[in-house]
C-alpha cells in the first residue's frame, strides 16, 4: 500500500528567532518545499484521492500538505513558496473569524478575508473546513456539531466559496470512545464529509484505514531539515 505522509502547519513568520511551535519561518518553510521537490515529491489535495481508481495510480512519492486556519501570513508568505516550488496545498477556514482575528488563541493573527480566499488559485490552494466556530469536537453534543456544520454551510453559500469536503478538526480533537464516537462519524457521513483529519503523527496508508482517522504531521517551526525528512518518512514517533 503506497504511503502518504500529510503536513500540518499555521502561521508562517519572516522572522527566524520567532520559528518555534506552531509558527515556522519562511526561511525554514522554504528549505522543507525545496526537499520536497528536489526529492521528487508529488504534492495532492484530497480532491486528487477522491479522483484515484486505484492505488496503482498512486505517485511514487506523494505528500498532502495543509494549513490551518488561513492566517493572511499564509497568503502572502505560503503561497508564493508554493507557487515557486510547484506544490499544492490544503488551507482550512474556521469561518466564524474569516477576516478577523484568531480570538480562540492569541487574538492578535489576522485572517484571511473572503476575497483573499478567492483570491488564491483553487489549482495551488484547496480549502477545507476547520469547522464554524474553532471548538474541539469532543466537547460538543450531536446538536452543537449539527449547529456548527449548518453554520459554515451557510458561510460558504452566502460567499459562493469553492470549499472541499475535507474537515480538520480543530486543535485534533474528536471523540475517541464509544458511544460518542460512532455517533460522530455517522454525524459527519450525513453532513457529506469525505475525510476527517486529526494530529497522530503517523504517516499513512493509502486507502486510509479509516477516512475519519487521517493523521497529520506536526511539523514544528524548529525543526531542522534532518528532522523534518525523518518525519516525512518515519512520522514523528521516530523521535518520542
Given at each position: 500500500?503506497?504511503?502518504?505522509?500529510?503536513?500540518?502547519?499555521?502561521?508562517?513568520?519572516?522572522?527566524?528567532?520567532?520559528?518555534?511551535?506552531?509558527?515556522?519561518?519562511?526561511?525554514?518553510?522554504?528549505?522543507?518545499?525545496?526537499?520536497?521537490?528536489?526529492?521528487?515529491?508529488?504534492?495532492?489535495?484530497?480532491?486528487?484521492?477522491?479522483?484515484?481508481?486505484?492505488?496503482?495510480?498512486?505517485?511514487?512519492?506523494?505528500?498532502?500538505?495543509?494549513?490551518?486556519?488561513?492566517?493572511?501570513?499564509?497568503?502572502?508568505?505560503?503561497?508564493?513558496?508554493?507557487?515557486?516550488?510547484?506544490?499544492?496545498?490544503?488551507?482550512?477556514?474556521?469561518?466564524?473569524?474569516?477576516?478577523?482575528?484568531?480570538?480562540?488563541?492569541?487574538g492578535n493573527i489576522k485572517?484571511?478575508?473572503?476575497?483573499?480566499?478567492?483570491?488564491?488559485?483553487?489549482?495551488?490552494?484547496?480549502?477545507?473546513?476547520?469547522?464554524?466556530?474553532?471548538?474541539?469536537?469532543?466537547?460538543l453534543s450531536t446538536a452543537?456539531?449539527?449547529?456548527?456544520?449548518?453554520?459554515?454551510?451557510?458561510?460558504?453559500?452566502?460567499?459562493?466559496?469553492?470549499?472541499?469536503?475535507?474537515?480538520?478538526?480543530?486543535?485534533?480533537?474528536?471523540?475517541?470512545?464509544?458511544?460518542?464516537?460512532?455517533?460522530?462519524?455517522?454525524?459527519?457521513?450525513?453532513?457529506?464529509?469525505?475525510?476527517?483529519?486529526?494530529?497522530?503523527?503517523?504517516?499513512?496508508?493509502?486507502?486510509?484505514?479509516?477516512?475519519?482517522e487521517v493523521q497529520r504531521?506536526?511539523?514544528?517551526?524548529?525543526?531542522?531539515?534532518?528532522?523534518?525528512?525523518?518525519?516525512?518518512?518515519?512520522?514523528?514517533?521516530?523521535?518520542?
Open positions: 500500500m503506497p504511503k502518504l505522509p500529510i503536513l500540518m502547519y499555521h502561521a508562517v513568520t519572516t522572522d527566524a528567532s520567532e520559528s518555534n511551535g506552531l509558527t515556522i519561518s519562511t526561511e525554514n518553510l522554504e528549505a522543507q518545499f525545496r526537499y520536497l521537490k528536489e526529492n521528487g515529491y508529488t504534492s495532492l489535495h484530497f480532491g486528487d484521492l477522491q479522483q484515484l481508481k486505484s492505488p496503482k495510480d498512486f505517485p511514487d512519492k506523494a505528500v498532502i500538505i495543509t494549513f490551518d486556519d488561513v492566517y493572511v501570513n499564509q497568503l502572502e508568505l505560503a503561497y508564493p513558496l508554493l507557487q515557486k516550488y510547484g506544490l499544492k496545498a490544503c488551507f482550512y477556514i474556521p469561518f466564524q473569524y474569516v477576516d478577523g482575528f484568531d480570538e480562540w488563541n492569541t485572517l484571511m478575508s473572503v476575497a483573499q480566499l478567492k483570491s488564491m488559485d483553487s489549482a495551488i490552494i484547496e480549502l477545507g473546513l476547520h469547522s464554524f466556530a474553532h471548538k474541539k469536537y469532543d466537547q452543537e456539531i449539527n449547529e456548527d456544520f449548518d453554520k459554515c454551510k451557510q458561510f460558504i453559500i452566502e460567499n459562493q466559496l469553492n470549499v472541499s469536503n475535507v474537515l480538520a478538526y480543530p486543535y485534533g480533537k474528536y471523540p475517541r470512545k464509544k458511544p460518542e464516537q460512532p455517533v460522530f462519524f455517522k454525524t459527519l457521513h450525513e453532513h457529506k464529509v469525505a475525510f476527517g483529519l486529526r494530529i497522530g503523527n503517523r504517516v499513512n496508508t493509502f486507502p486510509f484505514k479509516n477516512n475519519y504531521l506536526d511539523i514544528k517551526g524548529e525543526d531542522s531539515l534532518r528532522k523534518f525528512s525523518t518525519k516525512l518518512r518515519r512520522g514523528k514517533s521516530f523521535f518520542f
